[in-house]
């Protein structure tokens, strides 16, 4: 009986985040608004609002990595508990609040200070990604609730991954506050790094069975 | 052939509720409104709307937490029936209209009658908290639908928790007559409460366990 | 490895159908609108609107209602095939339009032509009794999908119930086309019945089980 | 243990994909805007936008023809890996984008240039069918994530059917900027053809065991 209880705990807290993860990618769509009282054709009034586009694109492709990342954390872990439950609540604080900064730099990148809503943008996403070390720690911390399996030369090394993260999301703040744009862009580079961030440890296990 | 049914039942339950409580949880950031017709900068304009993102802030723990109660709660149960499928729905409508209060709260803490707007916010989760309650009844009325490893005393101590929660809830509503802000606050620190409210069996069995 | 790709087919069936219930019934909250023009204070504004929050109550309890039968009938099926899977779409396609009727009720109850918001509303629930009776059509015809240890008579029951329920829904539009609130009214009590429909398959061995 | 790991892997992508399809599918109603300053009866009111009601009824059953299809494509799998997770993610992309050009269509439909509208209804899912064929590939490339029981018959006749897909797609698209009105006819027809799309080898295995 308590296994499937602690399986159940922890399939309700994927279910519900994937559950947030899913509703938070869809909304950003609604914050794409034509403007209404513009009477040219379609084309040019969707051009008016390029920037709304990217930051939909944008938004979803961080969205999407987030959720692949959070997927692979939650694996690590064999049951779940209070402090892992919060931690997570506070990373799902922060994915919800993804579609206002996203509508805030569709508003605002056209605009005479396009800094400010870069910034926010940016952001906003340092705070994530402590919040996503946060869950992390939850999961590992004195291997309270990491599967047997797991190694701790594994462990350590998601961890260095995760500050490196970090410490990257600071400095590209850092930069758009003085060259917003070029803030921008090495932003959305660093965000093609998560594609390729090691769990070595499962890949490891399923080549040792392929 | 009837365990499948039985737990499928629950499970979807489970799935419906946590489906509602995802989505009212993400949709309170569409109730956050930069206000279009101002000409400052960003900073100032968020600023000004400073209420908008304390509602967000507070619904979004409130959820979460009434989220990780009803998973506790629904965790005694070892199977679903009408009146558990009612009084859960009586709950989830509830939830579902957190999100009308919270923009209330966010639109008029900078009027001058700030008062009414907290109160309907705190009035909000009185009904919550008796609902709540009646899902807690519905599941341990008579033991119906009670897991057998589910002791006596353990259900008499979440009962009586829960009965304390709603008078001190009753009290924060009568608070916020008199002292809008101060019920308010009352009302938040409360929150806390709930985060170490104690289901102890699990705990006690999962200690038994490790 | 059959079984499994049959199951997890009848339970995407359920997960997907499940998500469409609980967005279309987490979404109604937004239709409730305080008018921003409105400088009174909060009660009165809200009183202005009480249609709309007696249309979100009761599109509530109907998605809630239209979800726990959803639940029974889907409960009859072994597994799931395409006619299965279109006949449930049409039904999600009518509750996903439940939003707009609820928007239209709330906001024509008060104005001087009520009856139109009326029909419109009640008529909702028309087809969508149809396409129920649809869905339960596609898993019992020549027994089809239907699990092995449900009844014939059973069968029988709740098909004459669904014909009932269609009839009393026709007889509430025709009433609402020309005493509008009392055609409203009926089709009120009329959603209790579904309360008490008796799936008695599942109770009885639930009873047989007990 | 590995098993569990990759069929939650499998299971968490389907999940999140019907999240995504259920909730993008939900939001269509919320395009339906009646105009407000109009001051004529309801069914006049309606009358003048029945584009949007067009347009949520074709995006609706093309999302849920998508999501049956993506239903059977991921069926076809026995596990995940990152180019699933990140192919499936360009799909999802594209399927939450949808209720944009669905609202553009409803707007522009009885405007004076009504082709811009239609040509970016019918351009949105020439991508889609070009991700969906890169999720399959992702799938049955050198038979990397196919499940033993399916046959290389079987993933050459799915792969025929997708690039008939495209081309006819393709063709719609062309001939809307000429006939936009033919060409969305055209593009209605289309979809029936989804419908019958043979996954041969599924119902093979049923029919073998029925």
Redesign the interface.
């Known amino acids: 009986?308590?296994p499937r209880?602690?399986n159940?705990?922890l399939s309700?807290l994927?279910?519900?985040s994937?559950?947030?993860?899913?509703?938070?990618?869809?909304?950003?769509?609604?914050e794409?608004k034509?403007p209404k009282e513009d009477v040219r054709?379609?084309?040019a009034r969707?051009g008016s609002i390029w920037p709304s586009f990217l930051s939909?694109?944008l938004s979803?492709?961080i969205i999407?990595i987030i959720?692949?990342n959070h997927?692979k954390v939650i694996?690590l872990a064999r049951r779940s508990d209070?402090a892992l439950?919060?931690t997570n609540?506070l990373l799902?604080?922060l994915v919800?609040?993804i579609?206002?900064p996203t509508?805030?730099l569709g508003?605002?990148l056209l605009s005479s200070?396009p800094q400010?809503?870069i910034l926010?943008y940016c952001g906003t996403f340092l705070p994530l990604s402590l919040s996503f070390r946060a869950v992390f720690h939850a999961i590992v911390n004195h291997r309270r609730l990491v599967?047997a399996?797991i190694k701790d030369e594994d462990i350590r090394r998601i961890s260095r991954a995760y500050w490196l993260g970090f410490l990257v999301y600071l400095r590209a703040c850092i930069f758009a506050v003085f060259f917003p744009c070029l803030g921008l862009a090495v932003y959305l580079s660093l965000n093609v790094l998560w594609?390729a961030l090691p769990y070595a440890t499962?890949s490891t296990?399923?080549k040792g069975?392929t």
């Open positions: 009986v308590i209880q602690d159940l705990e309700r994927e279910a519900f994937d559950g947030v993860f899913a509703i938070s990618i869809t909304l950003l769509v609604l794409i034509l054709e379609l084309w969707m939909f694109f979803f492709v999407l959720w692949v997927h694996n209070n439950l919060y609540g799902l604080l919800t609040f579609p206002f509508a805030v508003e605002t200070h400010q809503g926010l599967r399996e594609l499962r296990e399923i069975l």
